[in-house]
């Protein structure tokens, strides 16, 4: 009966040094470590820089979308409609650009023969990006169409579209060529 008895304190014994090791061995899983907390903070900064990277690219591509979209209609005019077209794109330039097409504006209208342009865009391709400054390439085809002339002049060009950061919207700065 004695046997009995210390055969049992002993297997008691056995499940209660077994049961400390076991919570001990868990509490130190859960005290983090140096080195669980720089694996922790580096997932946190490649999932802070994924998330820039995918913000960057929805940018670049509505940025590469409103170039387009800008080209082709700041480049399709005619004396028909005054150049009202220009006029509406005015909220979407910088000063010095809104200046710069006014007097565009201003040169085509004393031009007696010249009719209407018709801007095609053809392509459009980021060049450089960053938070404050972008640069598009830019591919068009023009018609430019004449009073006096029967055949319409076409003219295949590639130019660049600045665009600048202001008060967190984007403006257009300048193009590289007269539209």
Same mark, same amino acid.
């Given at each position: ?12 014994? /056995? ?35 994924? $998330?820039? $990277? ?26 028909? @409609? ?13 000063? =010095? ?18 009719? =209407? ?19 598009? =390439? ?8 004449? $009073? =006096? ?12 579209? /600045?665009? /600048?950061?202001? $008060?967190?919207?984007?403006?257009? @700065? ?6």
């Amino acid at each position: 009966m004695k046997k009995n008895i210390i055969v049992i304190i002993l297997i008691i014994i /056995l499940i209660i040094v077994g049961i400390i090791f076991m919570f001990a061995s868990q509490n130190e899983q859960d005290i983090p470590t140096d080195d669980k907390i720089l694996k922790q903070q580096d997932i946190e900064k490649q999932e802070q820089e994924k $998330a820039k $990277a995918a913000q960057i690219k929805i940018i670049k591509t509505d940025l590469k979308n409103q170039a387009r979209a800008f080209v082709q209609y700041m480049g399709t005019y005619s004396k028909e @409609n005054a150049y009202q077209n220009r006029e509406e794109l005015l909220n979407q330039m910088t000063d =010095s650009f809104i200046k710069k097409s006014l007097e565009q504006i201003e040169q085509n209208i004393n031009q007696p023969d010249f009719a =209407s342009l018709l801007t095609s865009v053809l392509s459009v391709e980021a060049r450089r990006h960053n938070n404050e400054v972008a640069v598009y =390439s830019v591919n068009v085809k023009q018609t430019r169409v004449f $009073a =006096s002339v029967v055949e319409d002049e076409i003219e295949y060009k590639t130019g660049e579209i /600045l665009w /600048l950061k202001q $008060a967190d919207k984007w403006k257009v @700065n300048s193009i590289d060529f007269d539209l």
